[in-house]
């Protein structure tokens, strides 16, 4: 665990917690990002559609802005090719779509607003990743 930062994952965690919590209070709408990136993508009605985007855009920009202020903050690198992420992006697309929601919709709000459905999601979720771990990395050998 080279890269444990408990002080910053708590802070994230909360104001991850608050932004879900106030879209719910003052938008009437749930944070689950897959029904805010389909429903951007494919608008069921019209008027629907900024809100989204504006999220999404601070998804995009927040990390961004964050390297702005700290230099060193955010650095990742994605080691996989395009067709590859392109699969995953497919993939939990549809897997989004069978379960009804995403992690964020299902472990952030569904368990805030205590749904039994979210719960057993959420713990479904975390079984599968737990899985897919295990067997990217011992039986098809590939190192995190």
């Known amino acids: 665990m080279e890269n444990f930062t408990p002080y910053s994952a708590l802070i994230g965690g909360a104001l991850i917690g608050l932004s ?10 749930i ?3 897959s029904g805010i990136v389909g429903k951007a993508l494919f608008p069921e009605q019209r008027g629907d559609v900024g809100w989204r985007m ?4 601070g998804l995009v920009l927040g990390p961004l802005v964050l390297r702005l202020i ?3 903050a955010v650095l990742f690198r994605i080691e996989t090719s395009l ?6 992006g497919l993939l939990v697309g549809y897997g989004t779509s069978l379960g009804g929601g995403c992690t964020s919709g299902h472990g952030i ?17 975390m079984i599968v990743a737990g899985m897919t771990v295990y067997i990217v990395r011992h039986w ?3 190192k995190g």
């Not at 504006?54 to 855009?57: M, Q």
């Not at 709000?109 to 979720?125: D, E, W, Y």
Request: with cysteine.
């Open 20 to 29: 879900a919590a106030l879209l719910l209070f003052l938008n009437g709408r």
């Open 31 to 33: 944070a689950g990002i």
């Open 54 to 57: 504006f999220f999404l855009a």
């Open 70 to 72: 700290n230099g060193n």
């Open 83 to 88: 067709p590859v992420l392109v699969l995953a």
């Open 109 to 125: 709000c569904g368990l805030a607003r205590l749904s039994p459905r979210s719960a057993l999601a959420t713990v479904i979720f």
């Open 140 to 142: 098809i050998g590939v």
